[in-house]
Each structure stands twice: as C-alpha cells, then as structure tokens.
C-alpha cells in the first residue's frame, strides 16, 4: 500500500509494452503497508506537454509523461501552513462537514421511509468531492454518479434543494422526480447524477467540447470553462471510458477525468475485476497525464485538482486522476456490507479525511477547537432545517408526471381539451381514451 498510499504518482515511460508482474511487496492496495503522513504534500506537479509522436512510434508501449512530479522531502521541524490559507481551510472544513452531516441524516430518513428507492452515501470520500470541486468557478460542469449527493452539496446545490429531491418533493432540485441518482442544476452546471456506471462520462465529455468549441470556433475568448467528470474503478472497466479518453485527447479538450477508487465495486474487489488496477496508467495511454494521488487526503487531492485543473482551463487538454479513497458504509443503504475486511475497513476508518484536515489545521494554527466546532454546529443545524423543510415541502401534482417529456405541447399527453390526460381519473385504471 506504500505505493498506493503515496502523495501522487505520475506515469513515467515504458520500455516494453508489458506490464511487469508484481511481487507481493510492491502489490497494490495493501492497506497495512502504509507508513505515509496522511495530511500535506511537499510535491510540485508539473504537467508537461507531452511531445508529438510520428507514426513510427504507434507500435511503442505509451506515450507518457516523464518528469512530472519532483519530490522533496520535508525535514521533521518544517511548516507546510503555507499549502492552504486559514480561509481555505475553513471553507475545506465546512464543505467536509456538510456533506458527512448530510450524508449521516440521509440514512437516518431513509430508515425512517421518507426516501425511496436506493440510495448511496459517499461517507468518507469527502476529501475527493471537496478538493475538487471547491477550485471551480460557477460556470466550470460537473458530471456525477449514482453517488451524487455530496458533489452536488460541494457545486453549490442548497441542502434544501438536495434533501427535498431525496424526499421526492416539488422543491428539490428536480422538482422531486430525479430522486437520490439523478441530481441536476442547471444554475449550478451540475449536469446530473446518473444510476448507470459510465453514462456521466460522455455528457461530461460532450460539455467539454462545447466549452472548446465556444472559444475557439464562436470566438468567445472568455469561455475557458472547464468540465469534471467523476466516476468510479469499476466505471474504468467499461468501454464509454475508454471512449471518451480517446476523443478528449484527440481534441485536447478542457476535462478532468476524476476516478473516485474506493477499490469496490458494489461488492467486486477492484483487484479480481481488473487485469491492471492501477487506473491512472490509462491516461498516458491515450495522450494525457495520469496521476495518482491520496484520496483520503483533501490537500494532496487539492494540490492535484490545481494542477489538472489549471492545464484544462489553459487550453493543454485532459487529465486522468485516480484518487484512491475508501467509502465508510455499503454500496447502498440496501448493502448489509458484509464481504469487505472488517480489518480493511478499520484502517480507513482511522483515516476519515475529516478528522486529519481537523488535525492538520489545528496543529499548524489555522484554526482553533472553537471554530471548529461552531461550524459543525452550524451545518447540524442547516441540515435540520433542511429535513424540516424537505418534510413540510408538497408532493409533485400527477399533472407532473407528463412535463418535459414531449416537445410537442399537444402530444400524447395533453388531451384536446388541453388538460393532461393524467389528470383523467381513468388514466391510471388504463382506461383513458388515448
């Protein structure tokens, strides 16, 4: 897990088209081998170009990026406060707690039958969503997963507006149709959560290009907007990945391909599902950097986010990230989470991302116990609220049911009489004249 659990790893050149096998020392994802500081990196990333190659060159191995990370190693009495502000760091912390909190108080409603359907909480990948997500201007796209929540909470989507979607009211985001895996915004270009692995990727990649095309074929020279798109290891298995590595790379479009590896997939180990686990090779494969980076850890997943971010938005293409994180409940609120390692699961458990941030920030005087805690009780009482008014919010009209789902206004829907047809007792008897 040494290797694993490192700051960040950038793909050097290969020198023969073959992976070499791997000994059971340096294997990968062993989580009782780490001995890496959790909290703060001393690495600089550096992306460079990646050179042109003729077409002598196909038949090579990939094509990398060499010298990409140059690591430095801090001496026992330095100070890394500079890596983030006390600002930073409270807004860090803030977004963390909010979407722990919210993600808690969802499976308590669940168990409670105020929300329906399967529902998946993103406890303890909290540092994935909020070192990214936290560096976007409000124009950038975000593209989720079924685990949509959080990212959606970090994009600037209201608790209010995700808890009454969950609850399935007139209120949420989606007017209460969308439920826990199809969040969408289209005030905040969060482009959805989507139920079936891999669907996020090609709208992601097609936000994108519109993003390119906009500036370079429109002229609009302040359009440098910039699209994630998050997905998870087993998603990496499935051809639309592949894909849209491909055509992100062939038009050097300003995306972030973000793989949240949790190293499960509902309950497949990543290690069984995939000939070569460490996913963040792919990327050199197709023509971009691939990096590898602690996703318990905001500040390294920050310090990356930067850096692949900051290339995208400068017009130098896509980047792949793998950030290696560990979900602390089942797949689903439905998932008895009986087939991972409980040894497994206890050593993530004592890297909760939350709680190294809150160390970290305390011990190099960013903030105090007191500030700390005043802003969890702030977010426990968003989230309150945000049920109360979830729960008072109203259920969705059955005239709904039939909105935006045919452009024609006087289609199958709406009767001659211009009422929806819904609306006809007799429609759900299968008796309504059609």
Known sequence: MSSAISAMKILQPLNHPTTAARSPENSLFDPFKSNSSLLGSSCKLRFNSLKPFSSSHRRSSVVAVSNVVKETKLNSNSSMTNLITKEEGLELYEDMVLGRTFEDMCAQMYYRGKMFGFVHLY???????????????????????????????????????????????????????????????????????????????????????????????????????????????????????????????????????????????????????????????????????????????????????????????????????????????????????????????????????????????????????????????KIDELIEEAVEFADASPLPSRSQLLQNVFADPKGFGIGPDGKYRCEDPKFTEGTAHV
């Open 123 to 377: 406890n303890g990948q909290e540092a994935v969503s909020t070192g990214f997500i936290k560096l976007l201007k409000k124009e950038d796209s975000v593209c989720s997963t079924y685990r949509d929540h959080v990212h959606a909470l970090s994009k600037g989507v209201s608790a209010r507006a995700v808890m009454s979607e969950l609850f399935g009211k007139t209120t949420g985001c989606c007017r209460g149709q969308g439920g826990s895996m199809h969040m969408f915004s289209k005030e905040h270009n969060l482009l959805g959560g989507f139920a079936f692995i891999g669907e996020g990727i090609p709208v992601a990649t097609g936000a994108a290009f519109t993003s390119k095309y906009r500036r370079e074929v429109l002229k609009d020279a302040d359009c440098d907007h910039v699209t994630l798109a998050f997905f998870g290891d087993g998603t990496c298995n499935n051809g639309q990945f592949y894909e849209c590595l491909n055509m992100a790379a062939l038009w050097k479009l300003p995306i972030v391909f973000v793989v949240e590896n949790n190293l499960w997939a509902i309950g497949m180990s990543h290690l069984r599902a995939t000939s070569d686990p460490e996913i963040w090779k792919k990327g050199p494969a197709f023509g971009m950097p691939g990096v590898h980076v602690d996703g318990m850890d905001v500040l390294k997943v920050r310090e990356v986010a930067k850096e692949a971010i900051g290339r995208a938005r400068r017009g130098e293409g896509p980047t792949l990230v793998e950030c290696e994180t560990y979900r602390f409940r089942g797949h689903s609120l439905a998932d008895p989470d009986e087939l991972r390692d409980p040894a497994e699961k206890s050593h993530y458990a004592a890297r909760d991302p939350i709680m190294a941030l809150k160390k970290y920030m305390t011990q190099n005087n960013l903030a105090s116990e007191g500030e700390l805690k005043a802003i969890e009780k």
